[in-house]
Structures are given as C-alpha cells and as structure tokens.
C-alpha cells in the first residue's frame, strides 16, 4: 500500500487515483474516530503536489496548524497506523516528530509556519544547503489574520532567502480575491502572457505626452500589483496565484516555478474545504473538526451523554446577562462555536465580535471598551489565552479594568493534546498583580459565576473544563463573594478534599468511594484562586490535617502550591498538602478517560492512593 | 504658563512658537532626568497639531509606547510638575490615567495603540457618541512591525469604524517610502491635482486600443496604490500622506482632512528623530533613551559605578562563545543595544539578527534553528518576553528544544517603571515543562552561566538584572550543575538566607550586616529554581530554621513559593519560610533605590525584620 502511494514519478492521472484514495482513508477514519476532515480532504492535492516537488526527507514541510496535515501522514510512514488516529498512544491529529521523522515541527497554534520557515531557511545558508534544501510553510488563509505572520514577513521581504509558502486560501478569512483581473493575471504568470501585456503596455504608454517615462513604469509595477497578491509583494515577497488548489498538474507547475526562483514565494492556491466529501463541501465551521459520523447521511453517530457542556451553559448564563445589561459586550478569537459566542453573535450583532485568529487584539481592544465602561467577556480557550499574556498584564491589569477572562477548555482537553491542554492558566494568571481568579463547578455555579464576573470590580477570570462538569451532588447552589469558598461538607475523619472548579465534581466523586471504605470526609469548594480564603482554610486546619487538592491544572503554580504557601505563611505545621493536579510533563492527547487513568487522576486511583497515605 | 500652552484657536506663528518652547522645556528636563529624548523632539509638532484639531477632553488620545508624550503632558496640566518627570512619585515617563485624566490609556509595550483606538471606536459608536469624539492614535513607525498591529489593521479595516491613525514615521524600521513620486500624491490628495490627473489619465486612455475599459479603472486604482500607502489601502485603511510631521499647518490641514473622512485613515507623517536638538537629530539609537546630559556638548554627565552592566558581560560571554562555537546564533527583538546583542550582530552577521519589534517571531524562528542544529541564544528583556509566551510554550519547550533564552532586565528597571518591572519571569515560565531555569549571581558566574547554557540540553533560561550585579564577595566561582545550587558559607545562627540570581549580592550584604550584629547566618546560592537542589534544602533543613529568601521577583509563584512547596512535600515542619520578593501589586517608576526602599528591600530594611523575626 505505501509503494502504491509513491508519488514521485508518478503521472498527473496516477497522482489523481491517489489524490481519489487518501480522501477516501481520511473520509473513513475521520468518520471513526473524529477530527479535522473539511481542512484535511481540502488540502489532498496541495499535499501530494508537495511530495511530488519537493522531498520530506529533506526539505522542510511545516504544517501550519498541521490540521490538515492527514494526507502527509498517509504518504509518509503511517497508512496502516493511521486507523488509531487521535486514539490514546495512537497517530495524532497533528504533525508530531517524535511519530515521524517525516514531521518537521509541531504545530497545534495557528500562525507559526512562516517563522519556522525563515528559521529553517536561515540555517540551511549557514549550512550551506541551499542547493538541497528549502523549506516549504503551507498555511490556511484563517492563519493570516494572527500577527505573527506579519511579522515573519516583515523579516522575509527583508533578508529575501528561499522560502516557499503555499497559502491555502478556503476562504476561511483574508480577503476575497478581485476576481476575474486577478485570475487572468496569475495565469499570465505561469504563462508568456504577462510579458506580452508588458511589453504592450509599454509600447502603447510610449505614445502618451509628457509624465509618459514615469507613468510607464508605474504602470507596469501597478500590474503586478492589482493582483491579491499585492499585499506580498509590498512586503517583498514573490507572488504566484492565485491556482486551482484542486488541480495537481497547476499546483506542480506552480512548485516548480517557486523552486526555481530561489527566494521568498508565496502561491496562493484556492481550495474549497470538505473538496470530495459533498455533504461536507463548502460548508467552512460545521465540518471543520467534527466526531464519528455516518457516511452516507453526514449525521452524527455519537449521542450525547445527556450532560449540557460547560460551553453551552457560559453562553446561556452570557446570552441572558447580555439581555439585561446593555454594556455587556464580548469577543472571540476565531471560535465562534467551540466559545458559545456564536449564538452571542447572532442575538447581539453590534456588541459581539469574532475577531479572527488575533487574540493579542481581542483582548486588547477590549480592554479600551471598559475603559469606555462596558464590560467586556473575553471568550478565549485556555491554551490560546497563552497567546495574550502580556496584553492581559500591560492591558488589562496595569489598568485594572473591569474585563472578564472566561477560560473555556481548562484542563484536559483529549484528543487535540499537548498543544491544546488547558493546564497552566491559573499558574501563569496568579502571578498577576490586581487579577482575581476564580471558578465555577457545575452547572448552577457556571450562572453563578457569569453573574458574579459581571459585578466583579477589576480585572478577573474564570475558567470551565471542555464537555460537561463532573456532578456534584445536590449541594446548596450560593452566590459567588469575593474570596469566599464554600464548605461542602464536614467529615469525621482527618481528610480535607479541596476541590477547584471542575476538580469539585471529582473530589465529590472519590468523597462517595472513600465512604464505601468508611472513610468520611470534608470537602471544600475553593471557588477562589485569587483571592484565596484564607480564614476558611485557617478554621478547617484545626480539624483536618490531611489535604488532598482536586483541579485540572499543572500542579507548578497550581492549587496546592498556593495553598502549600499559606501553609507555610500561617504555620498550618500539621497540615500536609498532597496535590492532584497535573505532573511537570506535557499531556498527550487521547480520550480524556484514558488520559486521566495514564495520568493516575481518576476517582479510583486516588482513593487508592488517599488509603494509603492515610493507612498508619 | 499653562494659559500661553494653550493651543487652541492660536495661529500657525504662534502654534510654531508653542513648538519651540516644548522642545526647550523637554531638552533642559531630559538632560536633568534622562529619559526618551528624540521621539519626544521629534514629536512635537505631530502632538501640537493633535491639541489644536482634536480634543484631549473627549477624544481618546492614544500614544503608542507612549514614549514620545512629553509635549502632550506639558499641554495638558503637568507644566510645573514636569520637573519631576521619571523621579519616585514624580511624573511618569510614560501615559498614566492615575497621572491625569487626559491620559487616555497607559503604555510602555509598544504596538497596543491601534487595538485600542478600535476598541474605543467600538464604544463610542454603541454609546452614539460619534458625533462628537473620534479616537486618535500615535504610533512610531517602528512599532508598526508587530504583528498585533496587523490584527487589529485587519479588524478596523472590515469594521471601517472611525479611527484617525498618525504614523510618525522617523524612518526606525518600516520601508523607505518611494520618493518623489509618493510626496507629489500626497501633496495632489489635499489639493486638486489628484483630481486633474485622473482625469487627465482617464481621457488619455479613452484613446487606447482593446482592454483600455478595464486598464483605465485599473490605472486609476494604481495610481493611489503606488504611494506607500498602498499595504493600507490593501487593507481597507484610507491613507494620507506622506506629511512634513514638522510643518504645523500642514499637520493640521491633514488631521482635519482625516476628521471629515469619518472612517479609518492613516495619516503618514515624516519626522526626523531629535529634531531641534542638533546634537541628536538623525542619531535613531544614540539618542533614544538618555540619561543626564549636557546640553552644550551632548556629553553623558553621570559617571559610572566602575561595574559593568550585566548586559555588557552577557554581550562579552556570548561574543567569546560564538566565536568558539560556530553553531552559536542569536536574535533580539529590536533591543540591539539594550540587550548587547548589536557587538554580535556586528561580529558575527550571518549568524545574530534584530527582527524588530516581534517577539513571537524572534521565538519561533530560532526554534526552527534549533531543531537544525544551532543554539540560539534569544536575548529578550524579562518584560517582554511576555508577548511571546505561547511560542516559548508552543514552540521551544513542547518540541524541548535546545534554545536559550537570555532575559535582561528582570527584576527592578527603575525609571521606566510599572510596565517595564522583569517580575514575573520565574512564575510564567516555572510551569512550563522541560524548561530548565537558573541564574547567575555576579560578574564570574555570568560567564560561567553562558557557558553552562550552550551546554543544556532542552530549552533553558537565565535572568539578569539591569545595571550591575551586587557585590557577592570572594566566593568560589564554580561552573554551573544542573540542578546544583552552591553553599556560599555556613552559620553558627538557625538563619539561612537563600539568594537567587542578584539576590544573592543583596543576600550577602545582609548576612554582613546580621554579622555585626553578632548574627552568624548561612548563605545558599541558590542558583537552580527548576529543577532545584532538594538534596541540599533537605540538608540545610536539619541545621537551619529561619529561611529568607532573596530574589529579584514576583512573590507569587517565585523561588519562596517553589521552596514552601518543598517543604511540604519533604516535610521539613519546623524551617520557616520568609520571602523577600516583590509583594502582589505593580510596581512604580523611579530610581531602583528609592523603589526598592518603597518595597522594604533594602539590605538595612530587611536586616531589622529578620531581627525582629528572631527576637526570640
């Protein structure tokens, strides 16, 4: 099977029959196990064009996102692996070196290919690989809008080595082509049209009076740029395009082009997402990422576990404050639907935005609206909020604004994995002078918490796992106060489980098993991070020396560190801390159960593990 | 005074009189205080015309960096306080809303100003205030290279709200505009002669053959497309320009213009860096941040310390390694000289780059060096590299590559004060998996920390502060072990004082003052945060009690908070932590002294709390 899918060599007919079967594996197992399948069936051609051109032994191939990277993998080394796509210790879903030799780089972010590309372009020179090597950034148009593209640019159009970016344009976002100017210029391009039409124009501005010598050659350069590719050109990079991303023998001639110009290109090949699956075609979001389906009917095949997600109910609790309070507004950054802000977007066009792959922007424009007295909801997953720390410090806090941060997919987020987990957030926030930091464990406090961050004064953030929130029992639903945590229960025996946010319906879950064993234990609900109750803590002390900390976070900067702080700042002496939360390693992806029992987190391996701590 | 500052309704001789005596009154105080000389020169007239057609009451002004807001401070009420300016609890070199209310918004990060004139378009446009107040930013060409200056471009040209955007462009980074050709549209724009010749040009191509239709629309188009406007226009932004930035008239006709249009416009203006001050003028980095001066001979009044900057003996260590080792590369993000990295760029220019303002891209670029075989030393200020968080994450520490980041200026700046503190470095990256931190103490082991660092395996980070080291003594100078502190002395007394990085010469000063007071104390370097040296805590914990730890650092997830984690979880219930870190607040400008005095860390502060820890 892997001979079969050779492509160098090969003719543009026996390159289609491959292009035929990749679509039909990623269309199959995608169908199975989930994942990308509009981008990944989108960028068959631009991927075997790639292999056919350019050699991934040796020339660097950087997925941008690498969410559509499926076919690379097929072509590659992982065909018959493939069928464990996203599985626990299975192929993942992204490009990932330590799997293949064949995947240059992760990528999981968007926006950070045209920077490797240049990394790699700088030291391939320095090794003096220019004759062998050049690496190749293919990018979504929807990763043009992150300013880091810009910026890579901006170097590339300066220092002008060889790199090739095959910008996959789906119309996922950059601006729409001018249409029929554009497209008969770029065939001129490939062609001998576009130095016929200059030499004509030439010839015929020749005959005009006076400005005619200056005129010329404006207009001449104005050619080039009344493409779409004016904006690269500006900028010093090389413009070809824009080609039909779905034929192979154009994109070839393109490559080759682009290879023999032996400096910064960019080919803009147009390509319709879901290409090849028709119920899929076109349609940009809702088959972007999708879960198991039926083939024939498009229709989902998992059904849900009856649970409302964390997500939906933010934007619930969002949807019904925005209702009552004119100067609530919010913001996306590209995840309309995984955020709920979509639904927000509809019902409150002029108060709701997506702004596009642009968080440092999102959150900073907003911070301008609070100053303005709105109150902003910034809707960002956890993982991406990476992208705007230092907005959210000099920004939002410095200023001490009245902006809300809520963390959507805190914690383990499965299969997406090591790029996507939301595990650092509360360690990278609490550092944060003014920041409070708090959060919701089910779905009653989650309009708890959407109620409180709209009076909260300053800066705040609070954050919610991917899926539904673990159940918490029928415990007594109160209003979320400054600081304030909330006692659960109280226990006969000597153990505290501290729960945070989704860590609460865990702690309640090992509370009930730890019972069975005769084991009766308090549990508190932190609640807040930041600040933390202190005077609660300082109480319970006294009648629990045994705290064990539930939260889906790194334990470096976590919960327990902050409370193993206090210990030490109030001489709690006899109290010991043990932490559940995440170890000091990178979490890889799988079904978050599995995930969990890799990392010893679920309910019953801690209840193991509280047994024997506690057995003298 | 503040009555002949006024600036509205004067005429132009009298706003040209205004001009002269801000440039005076900012040169006689920078040259008393130091501070940002030449853009603020330089910026004179820009911000003169901004008062005359605009209105600081209402209109947000936004300044980015806010570096060049001097005149903008003289005009509104600080004439008299402006003697103080950058002094503890004086002015601030910077926009502060805590300062006045005519300070829209803080800055010191440089790139945020676009995004939030959008965000205050936004409100104003939900508050049907646009009428009467329209946001207007100023910002440097060279700010104009980070990539969150695109995204928000990318969002107010879709959104086409009005925005005024005043590019001064003192020729620090982006391209050189065309010349003559672009000065003569611009000119044509505000009078009539833009109109006459397209006219002209439409009627000269009515006479040409075939495609003439189509090219006529098109010339036209080419025409305004051929100014260095053109990346604006591209984006949806109107563009004015180029304007003499120091012809008032002409600023205000354009400003003017740019209100009328009542929709996004860029207006470029050309300014020369230093203008007025001869000395200066046409000097970009000489010139830019200063210290005490005189103004006769523009010689440095301030005489050094006689110790050299930890920069400059990072720039020496660096400079000795990359000349042995030729897999040594290295970037900065527009910090040639502040970082030390311009002596490499010059000694080495194949292999050590400035890429401008663009952390993001600095980091990830040099990532993909990495993963070609190089070591990249990325040399970023503790502040800043904050904007690049996700790709130290994404990029550098998921693939644990070997890169080294450099982080200058962590701990207390001094004058540049809340925005600029490196205090939260050791929290925001301690999370991080496969990061290795440390830190050298002096002069020695700064060499010594170079050496070690292109050594490491994985990603690794060290801090070093501003100005010079503290003075540690003759203490064996051994070479950096991962994960090895180093036991400076041992004490007859239950006190251990833990120093980190430049804390451990403030450690050492306080141990002498202790020794006078007939305190014998040991001192640990500590030199490691992550991972740290549990055996040696482990064995001081039997013979010391009192811990104090000394570290140039935000409290909250620093190196106290890492060591009373340890004590948890090794149970060394009878040590006492005490930190001396920065509490939980920003913090302010002015000199590190005063500051450091302000936050009760001076040696003599912290020796009389140690006593009174220990009255017992």
């Given at each position: 099977m892997d001979k079969m899918l050779e492509?160098?060599?090969?003719s543009v007919e026996e390159l289609k029959d491959i292009c035929v079967t990749l679509r039909k594996k990623i269309i199959e197992i995608v169908s199975k196990?989930?994942?990308?399948?509009s981008s990944n069936v989108g960028a068959v051609e631009l991927i075997v064009a790639m292999h056919y051109v350019f050699d991934a032994k040796k020339d660097p191939f950087i997925f941008d996102?690498?969410?559509?990277?499926y076919s690379h993998k097929l072509l590659t080394d992982r065909w018959d692996d493939f069928?464990?796509?996203?599985e626990f210790d299975g192929i993942s879903g992204y490009t990932k070196p330590s799997e293949s030799d064949y995947d240059y780089f992760i990528a999981g972010?968007?926006?950070t290919s045209i920077s490797l590309a240049l990394g790699a372009a700088k030291a391939i020179k320095l090794k003096n690989e220019q004759k062998y090597r050049v690496p190749i950034a293919l990018i979504g148009d929807g990763s043009m809008t992150a300013g880091m593209v810009y910026e890579a640019l901006n170097e590339l159009g300066d220092i002008k080595l060889p790199v090739i970016i095959?910008?996959?344009?789906?119309?996922?976002?950059?601006a729409k082509p001018i249409g029929a100017i554009s497209k008969f210029l770029s065939h001129a391009i490939a062609g001998d049209f576009f130095q016929n039409m200059k030499k004509r124009t030439e010839q015929i501005l020749?005959?005009?009076?006076?400005s005619a010598t200056y005129m010329a050659k404006k207009f001449e350069e104005s050619l080039k740029l009344i493409t779409p590719g004016m904006l690269f050109e500006e900028l010093g990079i090389d413009y070809i395009g824009?080609?039909?991303?779905?034929n192979v023998e154009d994109l070839i001639r393109a490559y080759e082009l682009a290879k023999k110009l032996n400096k910064p290109v960019i080919i803009h090949a147009q390509t319709l997402k879901g290409k090849g699956y028709e119920i899929a075609?076109?349609?940009?979001?809702?088959?972007?990422g999708v879960g198991p389906f039926d083939i024939?009917?498009?229709?989902?095949?998992k059904s849900s576990d009856g649970k409302r997600s964390a997500t939906s109910l933010y934007s619930d609790a969002l949807s019904a404050l925005a209702t009552e309070n004119e100067n609530v507004v919010g913001v996306t950054a590209a995840m309309p639907t995984g955020t709920g802000i979509s639904r927000l977007i509809n019902e409150f066009p002029s108060r709701?935005?997506?702004?596009?792959?642009a968080e440092q922007h999102a959150v900073t424009s907003m911070c301008a609206m609070a100053k303005e007295g709105f109150k902003p909801?910034?809707?960002?997953?956890s993982t991406f909020l990476q992208r705007a720390y230092d907005q959210v410090i000099h920004d939002a806090c410095i200023m001490n604004l009245n902006v809300v941060f809520a963390l959507d997919r805190a914690g383990i987020v499965g299969e997406d994995g090591e790029t996507h987990q939301g595990a650092f957030d509360i360690s990278y926030l609490s550092?944060?002078?003014n920041m409070t930091i708090f959060a919701p464990r089910d779905e009653k406090s989650m309009y708890r918490a959407v109620e409180y961050a709209y009076k909260h004064q300053g800066p705040c953030s609070f954050r919610y796992p991917r899926g539904s929130f673990g159940d918490c029992g029928d415990v007594e639903d109160l209003p979320f106060e400054l600081g304030k945590a909330q006692l659960l229960k109280e226990g006969t025996s000597d153990i505290l489980l501290i729960g945070y946010g989704n860590g609460v319906g865990r702690a309640v879950k090992v509370a009930k098993l730890l019972k069975k064993d005769g084991l009766d234990v308090a549990i508190l609900?932190?609640?807040?991070?930041?600040?933390?109750d202190v005077d609660i803590l300082e109480k319970l002390s006294k009648n629990y020396k045994d705290w064990f900390i539930f939260s889906?976070?790194?334990?470096?900067?976590g919960v327990g560190s902050t409370i193993a702080c206090l210990k030490n700042d109030f001489a709690w002496d006899s109290v010991k801390i043990t932490s559940f939360e995440y170890k000091d390693s990178f979490i890889k992806h799988g079904n978050t159960k599995l995930v969990e029992e890799y990392l010893e987190i679920l309910p019953e391996q801690i209840v193991d593990k509280i047994k024997n701590c506690n057995r003298e």
């Open positions: 492509v160098k060599g090969k196990n989930g994942g990308h399948l996102v690498s969410h559509q990277s069928e464990t796509l996203r972010h968007s926006s095959i910008l996959n344009d789906n119309k996922m976002s950059i020749q005959y005009l009076p006076d824009p080609v039909d991303g779905h075609e076109g349609y940009e979001e809702n088959w972007h024939d009917s498009g229709k989902a095949l709701f935005w997506d702004v596009a792959i909801f910034i809707t960002i997953y550092a944060i002078p609900d932190l609640r807040f991070i930041k600040p933390i889906d976070s790194s334990k470096i900067g």
